[in-house]
């Protein structure tokens, strides 16, 4: 899907940095033509292709809509609606009036009605939400439970499109990302125009960004990376983005090599329990016919990475061009507005091999042979991106040496502004921000062990259980990634013990015994540690985040409560 380029539309890069000032500037919106901005695919409808002409023209109505229901500049105004092409128009058409908006997971049947109700309502009522834009459908429920008027899509109306959009300070405010807590005082991270284009810019060097590239994502835009690498990113640089709904990807993950064969994709940004999805869900003849020989990168983020999950993938779909050197990894986050790190394009990341018994008893990364009985896999996350650094501190904040654990600390030039109306929220030390999460570095790589608030200490040994969970989630009968570990303080151990809470389909008493007793064995083979509980629940009973991940506090606390125990 290659498309001719005019010659006043570089990609923005670090050496053309000072083309663009804002998000305004974007090449989809200041160079309307009749060249593929999106393309938004669907199983039971046709695909739907909008030019760059006519997204600016929706975008511009979509404004002068938002205008007419009272959004005025500095307003937030929160896009709770179903993954379409309505929540994209809303989300630029309140950008071209300088107000702020911020994507919002619609309700689900995978979220908890209540929790979801009760928490977009604190959500509104703490950050002075000027509106809630939703479907048609869910706007008078919604309407019920918030402080704020809320509009489905019926209330926008046809208006007269604006023609001319306001020119914003590079400093203000353009967007929010919301954390993925479980409380209503989700943190907004609140990011300028400069940010995003310092990171756009910085990120597109490190993935060697081509006018020759398109953009393929099922990634929901309310998470930072479906938000910024798979819908601003594109946009901004004028390249072609394939995009569909996540929903429907989950349920045919095939639909994800069908749009990389059909327009030529080369750039897939997924989380890690995708590339297992997609490995274990798709059928042979679901794949005949299709090529991923296009792909430059398929890289992997926002989740631990698993050295595994990349051998399965690649060797499940070698049969249609997939080969170890697209396989890529970036660590991320939203106070950065995206990307801290990226591994290199066209070469696999690298691999260290580490003894985990001296990872749980000393936080060093020992290196081992591949066949040492201690040995663990840990996949690099690549170097810090340009204008980024990252590097591991101790709890004073002391610089520590290589393959010492500690907390990872990130500087850049596309850092949050700061969380929305939280001033008493303040993440940075010396001009460094905590991330919370604790890793280590190799010569510049940078590898990722977990997070600080979810580290076990269970007989003297760290241990993060999202590496538990990893094992948990092999086990046959267990819903894959529904899965939860955990530790719980015990006063006559005088430590830790570790608590498995997981999904499963089948309600047979004997089924579930043998599943249990699975679950323990191959904990056992495979890590350093002891499982003490283990609890087989229906599904749906897993409570997650409004980004759909595990809460794993949440849900701690949700078990203690069904034993008759306070967290």
């Known amino acids: ?35 593929t901005a999106l393309v938004y695919l669907s199983v039971e409808q046709p695909p739907i292709t909008v030019t760059r002409d006519d ?26 609606h179903t993954q379409n092409l309505e929540s994209i128009y809303l989300f630029w058409g309140a950008l071209i009036l300088g107000a702020i908006p911020a994507m919002f997971p619609t309700l689900t049947e995978k979220l908890d009605p209540d929790l979801y109700m009760a928490n977009l309502a604190e959500l509104v009522r703490f950050s002075d939400v000027r509106c809630v834009l939703t479907t048609d459908a869910f706007a008078p429920v919604l309407a019920e439970r918030v402080a704020c008027p809320v509009y489905g899509s019926a209330a926008l109306g046809n208006t007269t499109p604006l023609h001319d959009a306001i020119q914003p300070d590079p400093e203000q405010i353009a967007f929010l990302q919301h954390s993925s807590g479980t409380t209503g005082l989700q943190k907004g991270v609140a990011l300028s125009h400069r940010a995003l284009l310092n990171q756009i810019a910085s990120y597109s060097d490190a993935i060697a960004l081509s006018e020759h590239d398109v953009i393929v994502s099922w990634l929901p835009l309310y998470h930072d990376m479906g938000l910024i690498a798979g819908f ?47 490995a274990r869900r798709i059928r042979q003849r679901d794949l005949d016919g299709l090529s991923a020989a296009t792909m430059r990168m398929f890289i992997n983020c926002s989740e631990p990475v698993y050295h595994e999950s990349h051998t399965l993938f690649a060797e499940r779909f070698a049969g249609i061009g997939v080969n170890p050197s697209m396989l890529a990894v970036s660590y991320a986050m939203a106070e950065n507005t995206f990307a801290v790190t990226q591994t290199a394009p066209g070469s696999p990341p690298a691999l260290d091999v580490i003894d985990q018994e001296a990872l749980a008893h000393t936080l060093t990364a020992q290196p081992v042979p591949a066949d040492h009985p201690n040995a663990s896999i840990r996949v690099s996350c690549g170097r810090p991106i340009p204008n980024a650094a990252c590097r591991a501190v101790d709890d004073f904040g002391a610089v520590l040496p290589d393959r010492q654990v500690g907390e990872l600390v990130v500087q850049s030039n596309s850092m949050l502004t700061g969380y929305y109306k939280r ?113 087989l629940v229906e599904a749906g009973w897993l409570i997650k985040t409004s980004s759909g991940k595990i809460a794993r506090a949440a849900n701690r606390s949700k078990w203690l409560a069904g034993r008759g125990e306070t967290a």
């Open 1 to 35: 899907m290659q498309q001719p380029r005019l010659s006043d539309q570089p990609i923005l890069t670090r050496a053309s940095r000072a083309a663009m000032t804002t998000m305004l500037d974007a090449h989809t919106l200041t160079q309307p033509d009749e060249r």
């Open 55 to 80: 997204f600016r023209q929706t975008v511009y109505g979509c404004g002068a809509a938002l205008r007419g229901l009272g959004v005025r500049e500095g307003d937030l105004v929160i896009v709770a």
């Open 232 to 278: 601003l990113l594109p946009l901004i640089q004028g390249i072609p983005l394939i995009l569909m709904s996540p929903f429907e990807w989950a349920k045919s993950p095939a639909m994800l090599f069908r749009a990389i064969s059909t327009y030529g994709g080369t750039l897939c940004w997924l989380p890690n329990f995708a590339y297992n999805h997609c």
């Open 423 to 535: 001033p008493d929220l303040q993440p940075f030390r010396d001009g460094w921000y905590l991330t919370g999460d604790r890793g280590y570095t190799v010569e510049g790589e940078v590898y990722i062990v977990g997070r600080s608030k979810d580290l076990i200490i269970n007989a003297g040994k760290n241990v993060y259980p999202q590496d538990v969970e990893a094992v948990v989630n092999t086990v046959a009968g267990v819903h894959p990634g529904r899965a939860v570990v955990f530790g719980v303080p015990d006063a006559r151990e005088g430590t830790e013990l570790i608590a498995v809470v997981a999904e499963v389909n089948d309600p047979d008493p004997e089924s579930q015994k043998a599943i249990s007793q699975q679950i323990r064995q191959r904990v056992a083979q495979h890590t350093t540690v002891t499982v003490s509980y283990v609890t």
